[in-house]
């Protein structure tokens, strides 16, 4: 396995919310010289290799199954000083993290697998394990994007949205279980209830919907 860690990880296959936080990252690197990083979910490394490269220290935060496939990958970068990996899911955070409270917090994927409820609960638990001023930044599927194509759960409310997506989107996304999906606003007002400031929310080309709160 042999990956590339000599371009600039700002320009390489980065989405706006990525590129969002690689800046931030930058910014306290020149005034604090020392960044804490918290991924949720990201096996192949790709955004953690991407943080380390710009100084910070890295955790990569996965589902246990995931060990060998994501400790197989920091070896191969190069990175093991900077980056390593704790077992879990967004369900069931541990009652700490090594190096905790972080400067920042990516959630890539997994809030939707949870009802909004939930999903509040843990954005709390997450705001919690920044520093004050800290960010963390949201990627969730969204309702006005191709999922909502059969979705059973589209008409309810947000606190109601919990279901399957059709048969052909599951198939083709290889998502098997119920989500919730949400608009802008949805993420905004989860935001904002978990107890954060939200600095913005955006939706992506295809849908998607993502955003950035502080710990205040």
Request: negative net charge; charged residues 25%; hydrophobic residues 40%.
């Amino acid at each position: 396995m042999t990956i590339n860690i000599t371009a600039n990880p700002l320009e390489t296959g980065t989405d706006e919310l990525e590129r969002f936080a690689l800046e931030e990252c930058v910014k306290r690197q020149r005034v604090e010289h020392h960044v804490s990083v918290l991924i949720m979910s990201d096996k192949r490394c790709e955004m953690a290799i991407k943080f380390a490269q710009l100084g910070a220290q890295v955790i990569v935060a996965d589902d246990p199954g995931l060990l060998h496939e994501v400790e197989g990958r920091i070896l191969a970068s190069g990175l093991r000083e900077e980056i390593s990996f704790a077992s879990c899911v967004l369900s069931e955070l541990p009652e700490e993290f090594p190096g905790e409270p972080f400067d920042i917090i990516v959630v890539r994927r997994g809030l939707c697998a949870m009802p909004y409820e939930e999903a509040r609960q843990v954005v709390r638990q997450l705001l919690l394990r920044l520093k004050i001023g800290g960010k963390l930044y949201l990627s969730v599927l969204g309702l006005h994007s191709e999922l909502s194509e059969g979705y059973s759960a589209g008409e309810v409310t947000v606190d109601q949205r919990f279901a399957e997506l059709s048969p052909a989107l599951a198939e083709k996304y290889d998502i098997r279980q119920p989500v919730c999906l949400y608009t802008e606003r949805n993420l905004f007002m989860l935001l904002l209830e978990a107890g954060a400031s939200v600095l913005r929310t955006l939706t992506t080309t295809y849908g998607n919907v993502k955003g950035i709160a502080v710990r205040v």
